[in-house]
């Protein structure tokens, strides 16, 4: 697909694509989900803008924006299809000033455009699933990006006299955001936004998303010690003494997998987004996962990922007062 397809030039055409991407046996009512031809008008005529329909069950208008992300838009609907597929093909995220140059609107808008999708973006909930099962492989690993601006909550007082703080005056990763992220080898990935990585925290995630009959790879961090035992397998490579891989048999044991989601990340955050408030942290990693999930390497196109990203928008809602008052909360 390219730049200059008329679903991103033509305000008809883009409709009549996400029609057929929502809609592909016929208009459903969003409101009482009447599905009936026969019951479903289509409103024509000077008086009434182009894809409106009329429920004759419920007696209530609706078009192929409704009960979606896109719900309640001013902005052309070609410009919202040039937007999701420019976000969705971009491997390291497209920001919103890129947005707003490319399509022609404020850089307010494009920001509210952004969230938007990555809301669409977001694969959680009870029908994600588990990670992993028998015979599968999962890593785990955390990482520490961006300065905080919640403080950190710690289990106990520091109360050794002979401490003293690392890194230029910081004690490592105390003074930035928490990353945990999984990821199946030749599978998805799945990143979590955490005040605090602890043991139980970290537990948490671990049996919340990934099978116990899964054989977990991690380094030697004493976060995965314990909760490692839950799970068929647990094997780790000693990064504090420079392993990275090693073979045991047929297989290697190594990490490397889920540093190179974060590797995409980080590449990312740093040098497209350059900023990112800590309230919409998760929103973006939802961003990178949904990309990662569906990627050339698994030989999935850009359209394929486009029309992927547009079969979720339905059933999501995102006001710009809810995402504004979430950058003060």
């Known amino acids: 697909m390219k730049l200059d397809s008329p679903i991103f030039t033509d305000v008809d055409a883009a409709r009549e694509h996400l029609e057929a991407q929502r809609w592909p046996h016929g208009p459903l009512c969003p409101h009482c989900g009447n599905c009936d031809p026969a019951r479903i008008r289509k409103m024509e005529g000077k008086a009434h803008r182009p894809g409106l329909y009329n429920c004759m069950e419920c007696r209530k208008q609706f078009s192929?924006?409704?009960?979606?992300?896109?719900?309640?838009?001013?902005?052309?609907?070609?410009?919202w299809l040039l937007a999701t597929f420019l976000m969705a093909s971009s491997k390291k995220g497209m920001s919103a000033h890129q947005l707003h140059r490319m399509l022609g609107v404020t850089y307010k808008t494009a920001w509210f455009m952004a969230h938007r999708i990555r809301e669409a973006m977001t694969e959680d909930g009870p029908d994600?699933?588990?990670?992993?099962?028998?015979?599968?492989?999962?890593?785990?690993?955390?990482?520490y990006h961006g300065?905080?601006?919640?403080?950190?909550?710690?289990?106990?007082?520091?109360a050794r006299k002979n401490w003293?703080?690392?890194k230029s005056g910081k004690?490592?990763?105390?003074?930035?955001?928490?990353?945990?992220?999984?990821?199946?080898?030749?599978?998805?990935?799945?990143?979590?936004?955490?005040?605090?990585?602890?043991?139980?925290?970290?537990?948490?995630?671990?049996?919340?998303?990934?099978?116990?009959?899964?054989t977990l790879y991690t380094d030697e961090s004493r976060l995965y010690k314990e909760t490692g035992k839950e799970f068929a397998a647990h094997r780790t490579v000693k990064h504090s003494a420079k392993e990275y891989a090693r073979r045991e048999g047929d297989v290697v044991v190594h990490s490397n997998t889920i540093e190179n989601v974060f590797s995409v990340f980080k590449r990312g955050m740093i040098g497209v987004y350059q900023h990112c408030g800590e309230a919409h942290l998760h929103r973006y990693l939802a961003e990178y996962g949904f990309r990662y999930n569906r990627r050339s390497a698994l030989k999935i196109t850009d359209s394929e990922r486009h029309d992927d990203l547009l079969s979720r928008i339905g059933g999501k809602r995102l006001?710009?007062?809810?995402?504004?008052?979430?950058?003060?909360a």
Do not use: C
């Open 171 to 214: 004690a490592g990763g105390a003074q930035k955001r928490v990353i945990v992220g999984l990821v199946e080898r030749g599978g998805n990935t799945r990143m979590f936004h955490l005040n605090n990585a602890t043991k139980d925290s970290v537990r948490d995630i671990l049996v919340r998303n990934v099978s116990r009959d899964t």
């Open 64 to 79: 192929v924006t409704v009960g979606t992300v896109f719900e309640r838009s001013k902005i052309p609907l070609n410009k």
């Open 319 to 328: 006001t710009y007062r809810r995402i504004n008052e979430a950058s003060y």
């Open 147 to 158: 300065k905080r601006e919640t403080p950190r909550e710690y289990a106990r007082p520091r």
């Open 164 to 166: 003293k703080p690392t």
């Open 128 to 143: 994600a699933g588990p990670m992993g099962g028998e015979g599968k492989t999962v890593e785990a690993d955390e990482m």
